[in-house]
C-alpha cells in the first residue's frame, strides 16, 4: 500500500486511511482576542482575560462605535491594541502586523484607548487612597515604624524620541536624553494615589512638587490651620502648638522622600549627614518605607514595555504615561499577577542641601522619640 501520508497517494487503500486520521481544522475567531489560550494572552497583554474583560466593560461608552461600517472594530479589539502597545512598546507597524491591521488604524485605536482611561482617572488615582486615611497610615507603619505616612513621593524620567520645535533642550535631562519628568505618590501596596505626568525631564523634582495641587493643598491647610489657632484662647495655644506640624493641609499626614526634597512639614527626607544612633536608624526606616515608590517604578517598566521609551509628541507621551498609571491601578485592585523583573540594590542618595530648613525640627522630634533605643545601642 502506498504511504497514506504522501500529496496525492495512489493507491486506494491509502486514501481511505488519510481521510480517517484527517483532523477538523479549527479557525480562531479574529474579532474576539480572547480565543486564545490564557498564557498567550498574558504573555501579549500582560492582563488576564477576566480582567480584559472587566476593562473592556468599564471603557465600553468611550470606545464603542456608532456604527458597524466599513468593518469597525469592536471594543474589545480596540482595547486589546491599545494593550498590545502598552505592554510591547513596539513600533506601531509591528502592532499592526501582530494584530493584521494597517499602521494608520492602530494609532486611532491606541489614541482612543489612552484618552478613555485618562477620563476615569479620578475614578483610579485617589489621594490619600482609596481606603480610609488610618488604613494608610497603618499600612506604612507595619514597614518601618515611622507614623504618620499617608505617601511616599518620587519622580522617575520616561524616555521619548526628541521633540521638535524650539522647546528640545526643554525636555533634555540630566543624563542628556530625552524624557518626560513623572512624579507620583503611592501608598504602602504600591497603589499610585498621585500623579503629575506633564512636565520636561529638565524640570527638577522639587519645582514639580512645588507646581502641584498636592502641594497647594498642603500649604492652604497650613494657613487654615494656624489661622484657627490664633483664633483659640491664649492659654490653649500652647498646648496645641506641639501638635500643629502634624494637621498638614487638607491631609492629617506626612510624605516621605528622598535628598532631591527639602524637609517641610509635611515632608520627611533623610538626614544629610547622620550621627550614630537615632538619626542612623530614622534613615534606615526611611529608606525601607521609600522602597514602595521604587518598587513601583520597577513594575511600571515591566509591565508596560512602552515606559522604556516612547516614540511620539511630549504630549501624546503624557497621555500614554496616565493611561498606563491607570492600568496599573486597576491592576493592583483586582490582584493581578506582577509582572517578573530583577531587584536592583538599593543605593542612598546622593546629598542635596537645601534651603528649607521648616520640618528638621519634626523631623529631629520623631527620631528621638522613636528611636531612642538605637541611641542607647551606639
Given amino acids: 500500500m502506498a504511504c497514506p501520508f504522501l500529496r496525492d497517494p495512489i493507491d486506494i487503500g491509502a486514501q481511505v486511511v488519510r481521510k480517517t486520521i484527517r483532523t477538523k481544522r479549527l479557525f480562531k475567531d479574529r474579532q474576539n482576542p480572547l480565543s486564545f489560550s490564557e498564557e498567550y494572552i498574558n504573555e501579549r497583554y500582560h492582563f488576564s482575560s477576566h480582567c480584559i474583560v472587566y476593562l473592556a466593560d468599564l471603557l465600553t461608552p468611550s470606545l464603542r462605535n456608532d456604527t458597524l461600517r466599513s468593518c469597525a472594530l ?21 502592532v499592526g502586523d501582530a494584530e493584521n491591521l494597517s499602521k494608520s488604524t492602530v494609532c486611532r485605536a491606541i489614541r482612543r484607548v489612552y484618552i478613555a482611561l485618562a477620563r476615569i482617572l479620578p475614578d483610579f488615582v485617589k489621594f490619600p487612597g482609596h481606603c ?7 499600612g506604612f507603619y507595619r514597614i518601618a515604624g515611622l507614623p504618620n505616612v499617608i505617601g511616599v513621593v518620587d519622580s522617575t524620567h520616561i524616555p521619548i524620541k526628541a521633540p521638535s520645535g524650539p522647546e528640545v533642550s526643554d525636555y533634555t535631562n540630566q543624563r542628556s536624553f530625552y524624557s518626560i519628568n513623572v512624579q507620583m505618590v503611592c501608598d504602602s501596596q504600591c497603589l499610585i494615589t498621585n500623579i503629575e505626568a506633564k512636565w520636561p525631564g529638565s524640570v527638577n523634582d522639587f519645582h ?8 497647594h493643598q498642603f500649604q492652604q491647610g497650613d494657613n487654615i490651620t ?14 496645641c502648638l506641639s501638635y500643629l506640624p502634624y494637621f498638614s ?9 528622598d535628598n532631591e526634597y527639602p524637609c517641610l512639614p509635611f515632608l520627611m527626607t533623610p538626614y544629610l549627614n547622620p550621627k550614630p544612633g537615632a538619626e542612623s536608624c530614622f534613615n534606615e526606616a526611611l529608606y525601607e518605607t521609600r522602597a514602595c515608590i521604587k518598587t513601583t517604578f520597577t513594575t511600571l517598566r515591566s509591565r508596560f ?15 500614554i504615561i496616565v493611561g498606563c498609571m491607570v492600568l496599573h491601578n486597576v491592576a493592583i485592585i483586582r490582584k493581578e499577577a506582577p509582572p517578573c523583573f ?37
Fill in 74 to 94: 469592536t471594543v474589545m479589539q480596540t482595547l486589546c491594541i491599545g494593550l498590545h502597545f502598552f505592554a510591547c512598546g513596539e513600533y506601531m507597524h509591528a
Fill in 305 to 319: 514595555g512602552c515606559l522604556k521609551g516612547l516614540r511620539v509628541s511630549p504630549q501624546s507621551a503624557c497621555d
Fill in 249 to 257: 493641609g487638607c491631609f492629617d499626614g506626612q510624605l516621605v522622600a
Fill in 208 to 215: 514639580i512638587l512645588q507646581k502641584s495641587v498636592l502641594y
Fill in 132 to 138: 480610609s486615611q488610618q488604613e494608610v497610615n497603618d
Fill in 342 to 378: 530583577s531587584w536592583m540594590p538599593r543605593k542612598n542618595p546622593e546629598p542635596v542641601h537645601c534651603e528649607y530648613q521648616d520640618g528638621t525640627a519634626i523631623r529631629d522630634s520623631i527620631a528621638a522619640e522613636l528611636f531612642v533605643s538605637c541611641s542607647q545601642v551606639f
Fill in 226 to 239: 494656624q489661622s484657627q489657632m490664633l483664633q483659640l484662647p491664649s492659654s490653649m495655644i500652647s498646648a
